[in-house]
């Protein structure tokens, strides 16, 4: 049965009531059925039934019809990636009604996962930091929410297939036969380290049992495991077929191909053909509610409790490319028509958990905040923060980071953070603790200004709290820390010149500011700015 609409069960958790009646009505009603069966009365209770997962479905709209390659869930949110389109994000909290986002960047993104706190999508292709084979590796972005991308660099270009997380790190792949880094791992999700192993089709990875596992859809060897996503073995696939996405449940690995097969294992070594309901071009496979799903660009679905017998249920229409599984649903996304089906009941919303992944970054009087925060199904409506054990305040903007001002440089403090949804006001996070500082110079420009001279041009801000002393440019002999020459220059000078230098020599030019603070007579000293490479004149 093909449902157009969610389930109607309307769930208050704020009041502790659970779906259908009210306690008094359901005691009222208690008594009229028992007296309806005394009096041989038929009483039909008005309550739906749950949706019957991978068997009730209901349809939604995509933002666009772009070609939504990848689909997560995590902190609250489901969160799908495109290949192509204007905005390559959107959001859902039900998996019904999305929101569009915008990418870090334009790239053709392939795959999103969610882990510590943290949502990374890989791509296929870069245009900016060159890798081995001198090819973009501007191939990766963060988000704490889903909402707010940040650019990375990946370890090494590759057209990377699939992401995933596990055991306190994420582990890519990638599928490019001329690429010289098949894999990826990070801790963090920002840093990338590229790994060694044999090159292949690599199209899909993920983790359980205390392994990686991923397949590829060609090569000799079409499935690798690893312990830890840094050192990995061969092995061998129960059959040479296109296999396109694996995934971990109930003690099993399940993997799918584009040729209507199947394959399980207990552990990635030994694997297992099982029989499939069609000759399908099964896209993409996951487990959850006690389910395996998998989904077809042909139009069909599959599932399985135990990944070895499977069936097909009846289901929408589509060039269904991508399942996820959260809050107790199935979402999944076509390939390019635009449509979203999702099966199961929907878990009500909580409040939203404790931020974690705290970062604090100083700033001249201020500090900003970043954090992630897992919003309990439901938009988060404000962000608080407080000081040591002050009062709540509510920040600016409800994504991360946030931006707390009036401190006091070089003085530290403890600063909480929580979230506010429409269930309520979170827990606190475990506070984190800062010291602001003066914002040091930066510098714009560093010219020879002929055989002995450089000159810096730079910027500084008024230091809250304090006035500029002084400032002094280095120079340093090329890639060390050895000054050369320096010179000082007046408070009130934003351009600079070091003398004393050799003619066609490389130098590193930095420039330092020198303060004080209002009511002191010391003189600190700030961080110095980015060095500069310049070569002198002949």
Same mark, same amino acid.
């Given at each position: 049965m093909l449902k157009s609409s969610q389930n109607d069960v309307v769930v208050d958790s704020r009041r502790g009531r659970s779906p259908g009646a009210a306690p008094l009505q359901r005691r009222v009603l208690a008594l009229v059925t028992a007296l309806a069966v005394l009096l041989g009365v038929c009483v039909i209770s008005t309550t739906p039934a749950a949706a019957q997962v991978g068997v009730d479905w209901t349809e939604a709209t995509a933002t666009a019809p772009n070609n939504w390659t990848s689909v997560a869930y995590g902190n609250g949110v489901f969160v799908a990636i495109s290949s192509d389109g204007t905005d390559q994000v959107m959001t859902s909290f039900d998996g019904v009604t999305w929101s569009a986002q915008s990418a870090a960047m334009a790239r053709p993104w392939t795959s999103v996962a969610f882990g510590n706190g943290l949502f990374v999508a890989v791509s296929t292709g870069g245009t900016n930091g060159l890798g081995a084979k001198g090819y973009g590796t501007d191939q990766v972005m963060t988000s704490p929410d889903g $909402?707010?991308? #940040?650019?990375?660099?990946?370890?090494? /270009?590759?057209?990377?297939a699939s992401v995933t997380f596990g055991n306190g790190m994420f582990v890519a792949v990638g599928d490019s036969? !001329?690429? $010289?880094?098949?894999? +990826?791992?990070?801790?963090?999700?920002?840093?990338w380290t590229p790994r060694s192993t044999e090159l292949n089709y690599w199209k899909s990875v993920t983790y359980g049992a205390g392994v990686f596992v991923a397949v590829a859809y060609g090569g000799t060897h079409q499935? +690798? =495991?690893?312990?830890?996503?840094? #050192?990995w073995t061969p092995q061998s696939?129960?059959? &040479?077929?296109? /296999?396109?996405? %694996? #995934?971990?449940?109930? @003690? =099993?690995? %399940?993997?799918?191909?584009?040729?209507?097969? *199947?394959? =399980?294992?207990?552990?990635g070594a030994a694997w297992t053909t099982r029989t499939a309901p069609s000759a399908s071009v099964w896209y993409s496979v996951a487990y959850g509610n006690g389910l395996f799903l998998a989904v077809a660009a042909d139009n069909? $679905? +599959?599932?399985?409790?135990?990944?070895?017998?499977? #069936?097909?249920?009846? &289901?929408p229409r589509g060039a /269904?490319?991508?399942?996820?599984?959260?809050?107790?649903?199935?979402?999944?996304?076509?390939?390019?028509? @635009?449509?979203? +089906?999702?099966?199961g009941t929907l878990a009500p919303p909580t409040v939203p958990s404790a931020p974690v992944a705290m970062v604090a970054t100083p700033g001249d009087g201020s500090a900003s905040i970043s954090y992630s925060v897992d919003t309990g199904g439901a938009p988060i409506s404000k962000i608080q923060y407080r000081i040591g054990r002050g009062a709540w305040s509510d920040a600016a903007g409800t994504g991360s980071p946030i931006t707390i001002t009036g401190l006091s440089n070089y003085e530290q403090v403890g600063i909480s953070v929580r979230a506010v949804n429409s269930e309520g006001v979170g827990a606190a996070s475990t506070a984190i603790r800062v010291?602001?500082? %003066?914002?040091?110079?930066s510098l714009t420009a560093a010219n020879a200004m002929g055989s002995t001279r450089i000159r810096a041009v730079f910027t500084a801000s008024d230091p809250i709290g304090g006035r500029w002393s002084y400032f002094r440019v280095y120079a340093y002999a090329s890639g060390t820390t050895t000054v050369v020459s320096s010179?000082?220059?007046?408070? &009130?000078?934003? %351009?600079? !010149? *070091?003398? @004393?230098l050799s003619a066609s020599t490389n130098y590193d030019v930095t420039v330092r500011g020198f303060f004080t603070l209002s009511g002191s007579s010391r003189v600190l000293l700030t961080s110095e700015s980015d060095r500069s490479s310049v070569r002198t004149n002949d």
């Open positions: $909402v707010t991308w #940040t650019q990375r660099l990946a370890g090494d /270009w590759n057209t990377w036969a !001329e690429a $010289v880094t098949p894999v +990826m791992t990070s801790s963090d999700g920002m840093n499935v +690798m =495991t690893s312990p830890d996503g840094i #050192t696939a129960s059959g &040479a077929f296109g /296999w396109f996405s %694996v #995934t971990y449940g109930n @003690g =099993t690995f %399940v993997a799918v191909s584009f040729d209507g097969k *199947v394959m =399980t294992s207990p552990n069909f $679905v +599959m599932t399985s409790p135990d990944g070895i017998t499977w #069936t097909r249920p009846e &289901a /269904w490319a991508t399942v996820t599984a959260g809050r107790g649903i199935f979402v999944v996304i076509s390939y390019e028509e @635009g449509k979203v +089906m999702i099966s010291k602001p500082r %003066v914002t040091g110079p010179r000082i220059c007046a408070a &009130a000078a934003r %351009v600079c !010149e *070091v003398r @004393g």
